[in-house]
C-alpha cells in the first residue's frame, strides 16, 4: 500500500481538528442563542404580565375585570400564538384573551405569592409560559388571589433559533473550508524545501549533479550538509578503492616481471631463491600496504562522536604485552573523556600505528597526551618516546612509503604513511619534532 504524502497527512488532520474545533463551537454558540432567547422572552412575557395588571379592575363582588382595549393587538387576534388566562388558585378560570378562545385552560403552577414561573415546552407545537401569582385586595379590605399566565407559541422561538442555527453553520462551513485552502497554501509553501531536497536528491541519483546545492531553511541546511559530506565521503572512498586497485596492479607488475624472468634462467639457484625472497617480501609490503590504505575510512561521522580515551588505553594495554620483554613505561596523560568527531576504526589505526612506532624506537619510556581545545573544536595529542630520534630533514621522509629510518629495525615502513593519509583525509594536520621532555621523536597530531 502506497504511503499518504507528509501534506496530505496533514491536512486532514487539519481538518479533522477544524471540524471538532467548529462544530463544539457551533453547538456552543447555538445554545447560548437559544439560552439568550428564552430570557428575552421570559422577559417579554413578564412586561405583558405587567400591562395586564396595569389594565385590571376588581369589582365590589370580587369579580376580576379586564378591559378589552389591550395595549397587545395580538391578545384580541384568535390563533396570534399570543394567550392571556387569568385563574383562581384553584384553577378556575376568570378570564382569557380574546386571542385564547378554544384553547385549553392552563395548569397552575404551585406559586407563593408575588412569584412567578417560566414554563417551557419541547417542540414545534410546545408553548413557553409566565405565570404570576397575585393578591388584590378589594374595597372592603377582602384579599383574593389569582394566577396570571401569559402564553407564547414555540415555533416563533424555534424559528428564530433555527434561522440563527443554519446560518451559523452556513458561515462556519465556508470559513472552515476557506481556513483548510489556506492551510493547504501554507503547507505547500512549508514543505517546499522537503519536496526540494527530494528532488535534488533525484538528480544525484540520475547522476545530473554531485551535490545538495539547494538553499534551504535553517532546520534542514544541517540535514543537506550532512548529505554532503555522507556523498562526499562515499564518493571518497569508491574513489580510494579504484586508485587502491590501480596502485595494486601496477605496484606488482616489476615484482611478477623479475619473477619471470628469473624462471627463464635456471643457471644459478642460489640468485634465483634470494630473488624470491626478495621479491615475495616486496609483494608481501606492496598487498600489506594496499590493504592498510583500502581499510582506511577517513571521515567524520554524521550521528556522533567517538572517545579517544578508551581507545588509548586500550592500545597501551596490548603494546605492553607485545613489548613486554622492553620493559616499556607507557604513561598516559588523558583527561576523564575527550570525544572526537571521528570512525573509531580509524582511531585505532590512527594512535595503534603512532604508539606502536614508538614503541619500536624508544629505549624504554612512551608518553600520550591528549590537549582538548573546546574553544576552537580542536582535539590534540602527542606521542613521544626516548629513542634516538630522527633528524628535522628526515621526519617528512619517513612520512613516504616503504620508508623505514632504521633498515634493523623489523617493519614495513608503511605505518606512518597510512597515519599520514588518514590524518589528511580527516583534514587534521601531522607534526614531528624532537621531544623535550624525554628527548625522542614527538608526533603532534590536531584533528577538527
Same mark, same amino acid.
Given at each position: 500500500?502506497?504511503?499518504?504524502?507528509?501534506?496530505?497527512?496533514?491536512?486532514?488532520?487539519?481538518g479533522?481538528?477544524?471540524?471538532?474545533?467548529?462544530?463544539?463551537?457551533?453547538?456552543?454558540?447555538?445554545? *447560548?442563542?437559544?439560552? =439568550?432567547?428564552?430570557r428575552? /422572552?421570559?422577559?417579554? $412575557?413578564q412586561?405583558?404580565?405587567y #400591562?395586564? !395588571?396595569? %389594565?385590571?379592575?376588581?369589582?365590589?363582588?370580587?369579580?376580576?375585570?379586564?378591559t378589552?382595549?389591550?395595549?397587545?393587538?395580538?391578545?384580541?387576534?384568535?390563533?396570534s400564538?399570543?394567550?392571556?388566562?387569568?385563574?383562581?388558585?384553584?384553577?378556575?378560570?376568570?378570564w382569557?384573551?380574546?386571542s385564547?378562545?378554544?384553547?385549553?385552560?392552563?395548569?397552575?403552577?404551585?406559586?407563593?405569592?408575588?412569584?412567578?414561573?417560566?414554563?417551557?415546552?419541547s417542540?414545534?407545537s410546545?408553548r413557553?409560559?409566565?405565570?404570576?401569582?397575585?393578591?388584590w385586595?378589594?374595597?372592603a379590605?377582602?384579599e383574593?388571589?389569582?394566577?396570571?399566565?401569559?402564553?407564547?407559541?414555540?415555533?416563533?422561538?424555534? *424559528?428564530?433559533?433555527? =434561522?440563527?442555527?443554519?446560518? /451559523?453553520r452556513?458561515w $462556519?462551513l465556508l470559513?472552515g473550508? #476557506?481556513l !483548510?485552502? %489556506?492551510?493547504f497554501?501554507?503547507?505547500?509553501?512549508?514543505?517546499?524545501?522537503?519536496?526540494?531536497i527530494g528532488k535534488?536528491?533525484g538528480a544525484i541519483?540520475?547522476?545530473?549533479?554531485q551535490?545538495?546545492h539547494?538553499?534551504?531553511?535553517q532546520?534542514l541546511?544541517?540535514?543537506?550538509?550532512?548529505?554532503?559530506g555522507?556523498?562526499s565521503?562515499?564518493?571518497a572512498?569508491?574513489q580510494?578503492?579504484r586508485?587502491?586497485?590501480?596502485?595494486?596492479?601496477h605496484?606488482?607488475?616489476?615484482?611478477?616481471?623479475?619473477?619471470?624472468?628469473?624462471?627463464e634462467d635456471r643457471?644459478?639457484n642460489?640468485?634465483?631463491?634470494?630473488?624470491?625472497q626478495n621479491?615475495?617480501?616486496?609483494?608481501?609490503?606492496i598487498?600489506?600496504y594496499?590493504?592498510q590504505?583500502a581499510a582506511?575510512?577517513g571521515?567524520?561521522?554524521?550521528t556522533?562522536?567517538?572517545?579517544l %580515551?578508551?581507545i588509548?588505553?586500550?592500545?597501551?594495554?596490548?603494546?605492553?604485552?607485545?613489548?613486554?620483554?622492553?620493559?616499556?613505561?607507557?604513561?598516559?596523560?588523558?583527561?576523564e573523556?575527550?570525544?572526537?568527531q571521528?570512525?573509531?576504526?580509524?582511531?585505532?589505526?590512527?594512535?595503534?600505528?603512532?604508539?606502536?612506532?614508538?614503541c619500536?624506537?624508544?629505549k624504554s619510556?612512551?608518553?600520550f597526551?591528549?590537549?582538548?581545545n573546546?574553544?576552537?573544536?580542536?582535539?590534540r595529542?602527542?606521542?613521544?618516546?626516548d629513542g634516538p630520534?630522527?633528524?628535522?630533514?628526515?621526519?617528512?621522509?619517513?612520512?613516504m612509503?616503504?620508508?623505514?629510518?632504521?633498515?634493523?629495525?623489523?617493519?614495513?615502513?608503511?605505518?606512518?604513511?597510512?597515519v599520514n593519509?588518514?590524518?589528511?583525509?580527516?583534514?587534521g594536520?601531522?607534526?614531528?619534532?624532537?621531544?623535550?621532555?624525554?628527548?625522542?621523536?614527538?608526533w603532534l597530531?590536531?584533528?577538527?
Amino acid at each position: 500500500m502506497k504511503a499518504r504524502a507528509l501534506s496530505f497527512r496533514l491536512l486532514v488532520a487539519a481538518g479533522l481538528i477544524l471540524a471538532i474545533a467548529f462544530g463544539l463551537m457551533a453547538f456552543i454558540l447555538e445554545q *447560548g442563542f437559544r439560552n =439568550s432567547a428564552e430570557r428575552a /422572552l421570559k422577559e417579554k $412575557l413578564q412586561v405583558q404580565i405587567y #400591562a395586564l !395588571l396595569s %389594565v385590571a379592575e376588581l369589582t365590589r363582588k370580587g369579580q376580576l375585570k379586564i378591559t378589552p382595549n389591550l395595549h397587545e393587538p395580538r391578545f384580541a387576534t384568535p390563533g396570534s400564538g399570543l394567550y392571556a388566562f387569568v385563574q383562581r388558585k384553584d384553577g378556575a378560570l376568570i378570564w382569557r384573551s380574546a386571542s385564547a378562545l378554544g384553547e385549553k385552560n392552563v395548569l397552575v403552577a404551585s406559586l407563593r405569592t408575588g412569584e412567578s414561573v417560566f414554563l417551557a415546552s419541547s417542540g414545534q407545537s410546545g408553548r413557553f409560559a409566565l405565570q404570576y401569582d397575585v393578591i388584590w385586595e378589594s374595597d372592603a379590605g377582602k384579599e383574593y388571589e389569582f394566577v396570571i399566565t401569559v402564553a407564547e407559541e414555540a415555533a416563533f422561538l424555534t *424559528g428564530q433559533v433555527d =434561522s440563527f442555527s443554519q446560518t /451559523l453553520r452556513k458561515w $462556519l462551513l465556508l470559513v472552515g473550508l #476557506a481556513l !483548510l485552502l %489556506v492551510q493547504f497554501i501554507i503547507l505547500r509553501w512549508s514543505l517546499k524545501p522537503l519536496r526540494t531536497i527530494g528532488k535534488d536528491l533525484g538528480a544525484i541519483e540520475q547522476g545530473r549533479q554531485q551535490q545538495l546545492h539547494g538553499r534551504y531553511p535553517q532546520e534542514l541546511q544541517a540535514l543537506a550538509n550532512n548529505i554532503n559530506g555522507l556523498l562526499s565521503s562515499e564518493r571518497a572512498h569508491l574513489q580510494r578503492y579504484r586508485n587502491t586497485l590501480a596502485d595494486l596492479a601496477h605496484s606488482l607488475k616489476t615484482p611478477l616481471a623479475i619473477l619471470r624472468g628469473s624462471l627463464e634462467d635456471r643457471n644459478n639457484n642460489e640468485q634465483l631463491r634470494i630473488t624470491l625472497q626478495n621479491q615475495i617480501s616486496r609483494m608481501d609490503e606492496i598487498v600489506e600496504y594496499q590493504l592498510q590504505k583500502a581499510a582506511v575510512k577517513g571521515q567524520k561521522q554524521v550521528t556522533g562522536r567517538t572517545d579517544l %580515551v578508551p581507545i588509548v588505553e586500550k592500545i597501551a594495554a596490548s603494546l605492553n604485552k607485545v613489548y613486554v620483554e622492553k620493559h616499556l613505561t607507557i604513561s598516559l596523560d588523558v583527561p576523564e573523556s575527550c570525544f572526537v568527531q571521528c570512525e573509531e576504526g580509524d582511531l585505532y589505526e590512527l594512535c595503534g600505528n603512532l604508539l606502536d612506532n614508538a614503541c619500536k624506537w624508544c629505549k624504554s619510556q612512551v608518553k600520550f597526551t591528549i590537549l582538548a581545545n573546546e574553544k576552537d573544536s580542536f582535539v590534540r595529542f602527542s606521542v613521544e618516546d626516548d629513542g634516538p630520534g630522527i633528524p628535522d630533514d628526515k621526519i617528512n621522509d619517513i612520512l613516504m612509503r616503504g620508508v623505514r629510518a632504521d633498515q634493523n629495525i623489523h617493519g614495513h615502513g608503511i605505518g606512518l604513511a597510512v597515519v599520514n593519509e588518514l590524518i589528511s583525509l580527516l583534514e587534521g594536520k601531522l607534526t614531528g619534532e624532537q621531544s623535550k621532555t624525554l628527548g625522542g621523536l614527538k608526533w603532534l597530531v590536531c584533528l577538527k
